[in-house]
């Protein structure tokens, strides 16, 4: 079996184009209501999966307390182990637990979707693939190829799980600060040789981290433009 973590590169080639998102519950007033409103959102995205509004829950999930940008859990460390070493069946017991923990997670969703067409349950598989490509379109607020265009993530994982979607291999790393925004500038090679570099807009990753350090601090960094 090749390696889970190649076929990730691969697995929106055959995915299902977004359709158009089902209306959404309107957002709770106060952060102290962000839990309810992730909640809320969670639940209708679940019930329209994969027509759903993946960029407001995501966001919503970056609101909730405790939401930790760069952290990696441990079922997502044991999902990659597996995948690593192709063991479908650990890694799909994996990314299902860390689907139950971060539902918009990218990676988790297109593992299970990798093991589970491995296994025979189409259905399944289907579902998860199109949920993660939803999930990575709705990263793609631009081409990523300039900062005025650049990808917005919730947290450091997107970044990457983004890149593999498009087969891409990060070789390097750069923050850049411009215009009073920062970006993470990856630099990354194609399958071809072809190298480019793509910026990630991380204004609400650093404000995430900043509230994780500082009880009371803001974790909305917004994009420019009012995206």
């Not at 379109?137 to 990808?151: C, E, H, N, R, W």
Request: glycine residues 8%; negative net charge.
């Amino acid at each position: 079996m090749r390696s889970l973590l190649v076929a990730l590169m691969l697995a929106l080639a055959g995915a299902a184009p977004a359709a158009a998102a089902a209306p959404q519950p309107t957002p709770a007033a106060g952060r102290e209501d962000t839990e309810a409103h992730y909640q809320a959102l969670l639940a209708a995205a679940k019930a329209s999966a994969p027509n759903a509004d993946w960029e407001a829950l995501r966001l919503a999930y970056s609101r909730r307390p405790g939401f930790n940008a760069f952290a990696q859990s441990a079922a997502k460390r044991r999902m990659f182990e597996a995948a690593q070493k192709g063991d479908c069946d650990t890694a799909l017991a994996a990314a299902k637990a860390v689907i139950a923990q971060a539902y918009v997670d990218i990676d988790a969703h297109l593992v299970a979707a990798f093991c589970e067409d491995n296994a025979g349950d189409k259905a399944a598989a289907e579902l998860d693939r199109d949920v993660g490509a939803g999930l990575a379109a709705s990263v793609k607020t631009g081409d990523g190829l300039t900062p005025a265009d650049a990808f917005t993530p919730i947290d450091v994982g997107e970044e990457y799980a983004l890149m593999r979607t498009l087969g891409l291999r990060v070789t390097e790393q750069a923050l850049v600060r411009q215009d009073g925004h920062a970006y993470d500038a990856l630099t990354a090679v194609d399958e071809k040789g072809g190298k480019a570099t793509y910026y990630f807009l991380i204004d609400r990753v650093l404000a995430a981290e900043a509230a994780a350090l500082k009880p009371g601090a803001s974790s909305d960094g917004g994009p420019p433009r009012g995206r």
